[in-house]
Every structure is written in C-alpha cells, then in structure tokens.
C-alpha cells in the first residue's frame, strides 16, 4: 500500500494527450507488428476490470488468409447494405467514408466473451448479465491505450456479420464476438475522429450529456 | 499531424502503473469530491471512441437522498438473492464481500446509453447494434483511468435491479441503464484485485486467453 504511485501534472497532461490522440485507425501502413509488442499490448489488456474478476476476454489472432477473406466478404456485404439505407447527400458522404482497415493492417484480432467461464463464479452478473461482455471491452479499451503509446493504431470494424465470422473462427459455442479489430502503424495521426473531420458527424459538449437527479 | 505527440519509456512505465493500480473501489472515504474534478473527468470520459461518432454516453449525477435510497434497498435486495445461489465456505466467503460503496462513497453516478440518439446516424450500428452500449463502457473506463491519476476511486455497482434504478431516474425511455457508479477517495490503495486478495477469483495469464486462427 505505501507503494502505491503518485502521479503528477507531467503525466496528467500527457494522459490527455494519449486519449486526445487514440483514433479509430482506418488507414494502415503495411509493416508488420513485432510480436513481442503485440504481446505486451495483450498484457496491458488483460489489467482491465472484469465482473466477479472473471477476465472473460478472449483473444482470437486471426492469421489464416482463407478466414481473413471471409471477414472482408462479411464487411463489403454488411457496407453495401448499410450504405442502401442512406440516400442523396449521406449516401455520397457513406460511400466515400473509409470504414475498415482489413485489406493493409497486418494484424487482425477478434476478440470474444466466454460466456461459459466458471471465473469470477457468477459473482455481479445475476441482475446484469452484459456486464461480462462489458468486462471485454474494457480490456479492448486498454489494448486500444496502450497500442497507441506505441504507435499503434487500432481500427474497430463493426460493420460484419457476427454469426458468420464467428462460425468461420472455429471457437468455443458459448464465445461471443465482441470486436474485430485491425492493428497495425497508421498512416497519419489525427486529434479529432475521422468522422468529425470528414463531416458525417461532429463532437458534442461534454456537459451536454449530464444530468442532475 | 506534425504536432502528433510522442509517448517516451517513462510514461509507458507509469501509465501501465495506472492500469496497475486502477481498482474497483468498494471502500470510500466521505470527503468530498471538487465539482470542477468531477467536471474535468467526465470531460475526459467523453474523450472515448464510441460508433459512428455516436457518443451516447450520459452521465446522471444521483444527488438525492430517497433515489440513492431505492438504489441502496435494490443493492440490497439483489445481494441477498445473490447469495442464497452460494453454499457452505462459498457462501460464508461472498457474505464476507464488500460488494458496494453506497453507503461511504460521496458521488453516485449512472451511466446510461441513449438508444435515440440520431448522432452517428446508425453508422456501424446496424449489423451490431449492441456497440453503441459499448461506446458508454469506453468512456467509463476513460472516467475510471482519470479518476486514479488524481486519486479519486471508482466501484462498479452492478448487483441492482436495472429496471427499478432507471425507474427511479425518471429519464427519455430509451436510454439504458449501462453501469452505477460509486465514486469518491479510496480508504486504501491496492495494486491487486480485492476478489483475488480475498481468494474470491485469481488473476489468470494473459497468454492463457490468445488463440491463434
């Protein structure tokens, strides 16, 4: 307990700088990513809360070309669909919008909840049960942190068929996907979201998303 | 672009002490917390990538004594129900638990996720809608982070009755409940989940979750 840091204005500052600049990354350098690096960012990962301290992360290291190409027919499908929704303007703006890293990231990782872990035994889950899942996207949070101290860029691609990817991953029947992530070094560094800079969507006030009750 | 900041070794090292030393927070001091810090975090918390540039999160400051007593009676309640699923050491073990800051911690925040919100514009949500309540678990661990550079401990209370809590909250019908917060000085400091110091659940390898495919 004595031990325990301090941390001061320095680090404060630099902090906000790190979520300042941790972007959705959709467009990738191709140089692959040391494996070891890839290793401790895992690492970092798994330091993250979890309910009942169940640690229900799972991390799928998706290498085979054959699986890849099945999750980039799962994204262009789930995109033109997507896409058809919007009309004039917005349909122009949705097509012209760069949604996923999948073709230059060397590196792609699914990530999972293993709703069948006996970890943590049960405990905070019985009233709410997504709090398992919710475990796992803490960890992919800190994953996304400390890849971007390194100068990694992490892209999270939402736009596929989670059925059809998880099938073709050969996992565990009660793994669900939670994301599928692109990793790899970014082309360029941005402080505002790629989304904001390109007009689909701009910041909002932070204190205009709190409420006194 | 050219004003992307560098991240050197020391603040690796330190920022994998704040992953380190984060913990879910269950013993609180009473002081209370400066409304200007509490402002800055969720400032910070907002900083999180959410869909779409969607950023849902909403943030319920809980001030009043009868809501935080509905959510008091649920904890309690829930937590006893919790229990009786346990038998023999199990059971004497989770009634040992400290389970919940409610009582001691000075702030209490609910974290909801507003399903009506047309900012984003559904971009990325509609082949999996559930990533717009994982947008607000981004920027709770966000929250959670800034909240242990300056000190101040956050517990995740998830051992309630959703439905009764957000009932109570009188909020728009489509927001949903996320996580309730306890926030506040910590009593102590610890470098290791208290489940696993209490021998409730041991922390796993990390490499015992990476799967190759």
């Given amino acids: 307990m004595s031990d325990a840091p301090q941390f001061d204005q320095a680090f404060l500052e630099k902090f906000e700088q790190l979520l300042t600049w941790r972007r959705d990354v959709r467009h990738f350098r191709t140089d692959p990513i040391d494996p070891a690096l890839l290793s401790r960012l895992i690492s970092m990962a798994c330091l993250a809360p979890s309910v009942g301290n169940a640690q229900p ?14 999750v980039r027919r799962s994204f262009e499908r789930c995109n033109q669909d997507a896409l058809s929704d919007f009309h004039g303007a917005q349909a122009a703006l949705y097509a012209r919008l760069k949604l996923s890293g999948l073709d230059d990231a060397p590196e792609q990782i699914a990530l999972f909840c293993d ?28 994953f996304w942190l400390a ?8 892209g999270w691609v939402s736009i596929i068929d989670p059925a059809e990817v998880t099938a073709c991953l050969q996992l565990p029947k009660d793994w669900q996907l939670i ?34 009750r």
């Avoid at 890849?147 to 992490?154: H, K, P, S």
């Avoid at 994301?179 to 701009?202: F, S």
């Fill in 57 to 70: 992360w799972r991390f799928v290291l998706v290498k085979d070309a054959g699986r890849r190409a099945v």
């Fill in 115 to 142: 709703h069948g872990t006996s970890a943590g035994h049960g405990l905070g889950r019985k009233t709410m049960a997504e709090t398992l899942d919710y475990s796992v996207v803490a960890a992919i949070h800190n």
């Fill in 147 to 154: 890849a971007r101290i390194f100068g990694v860029g992490v």
């Fill in 179 to 212: 994301a599928y992530l692109c990793v790899g070094y970014p082309v360029e560094e941005h402080d505002q979201p790629e989304l904001a800079r390109l007009g689909w969507q701009q910041r909002e006030a932070p204190e205009n998303c709190v409420l006194l």
